[in-house]
């Protein structure tokens, strides 16, 4: 089966810098969509970056300018690094990696695969 997998969450003071990976069980680049999510407890899961097959990234509005998301064809990872980091980035972080395929009806049909998540506190 196709997973992914997070790492790198920890402890971190107020404007630190800490990088996630997520590695996958394939290429990288095999993903029509790669993303990072988070969610804060008693929050929704919220959309923080994505990278798309072709690597054009998108970002959400609160991390635009201290996140980056990238991958690497070579190690199956995709990376979140961030800087400047808030006592509001506290969350669980997710790698989540999305395929879409033709269905025998012509409809997309999406594989949606999702990491256990890896928790992110920042916090003096």
């Known amino acids: 089966q196709v997973h992914v997998e997070e790492s790198g969450g920890g402890l971190v003071q107020p404007g630190g810098s800490l990088t996630l990976s997520c590695t996958a069980s394939?290429?990288?680049?095999?993903?029509?969509?790669m993303d990072w999510y988070r969610q804060a407890p008693g929050a929704q899961r919220e959309l923080l970056a994505s990278?798309?097959?072709?690597?054009?990234?998108t970002y959400a509005e609160s991390v635009q300018g201290r996140f980056t998301i990238s991958k690497d064809r070579a190690k199956n990872t995709l990376y979140l690094q961030m800087i400047g980091l808030k006592p509001e980035d506290t969350a669980v972080y997710y790698c989540?990696?999305?395929?879409?395929?033709?269905?025998?009806?012509?409809?997309?049909?999406?594989?949606?695969?999702w990491g256990q998540g890896t928790l992110v506190t920042v916090s003096s």
């Open positions: 989540h990696a999305r395929e879409e395929h033709i269905g025998v009806d012509l409809e997309i049909v999406p594989y949606d695969i």
């Open positions: 394939k290429s990288v680049f095999s993903f029509n969509t």
């Open positions: 990278i798309s097959a072709q690597g054009v990234t």
